[in-house]
Nanobody
Framework: VQLQASGGGLVQAGGSLRLSCAAS????????IGWFRQAPGKEREGVSC????????YYSDSVKGRFRIDRDNPKNTVYLQMNSLKPEDTAVYFC?????????????WGQGTLVTVSS
């Protein structure tokens, strides 16, 4: 099982980045995929997620209207388009896959990708 996050980098405030989360080793279509981030000295927080069925989406208040999550099931990939980036978006971004079957939760974490937004 592998979740490979990529696309991070250094960008100026107001700029854009697109993160990718490529999955392998499990049935991607059955899993909700989420993006989390962790800034230095802070706890990990949820940013956005997209469901397995119907591709319902969720955004935290801090990114709503600026970020967009999409999934491409044939490519086993989820994207996070980040626009109008702010310095407070600086963090390591992680993708997470979760499947709930009855009372069983199967989940996987990817390694992070660093996003740095300069002011």
């Amino acid at each position: 099982v592998q979740l490979q996050a990529s696309g991070g980098g250094l960008v100026q405030a107001g700029g854009s980045l697109r993160l990718s989360c490529a999955a392998s080793g499990f049935t991607f279509d059955d899993y909700a995929i989420g993006w989390f981030r962790q800034a230095p000295g802070k706890e990990r927080e949820g940013v956005s997620c997209i469901s397995s069925l119907h591709s319902s989406t969720y955004y935290s208040d801090s990114v709503k209207g600026r970020f967009r999550i999409d999934r491409d099931n044939p490519k086993n990939t989820v994207y996070l388009q980040m626009n109008s980036l702010k310095p407070e978006d600086t963090a390591v971004y992680f993708c997470h896959a979760e499947e709930v079957v009855g009372t069983t939760v199967n989940d996987y974490w990817g390694q992070g990708t660093l996003v740095t937004v300069s002011s």
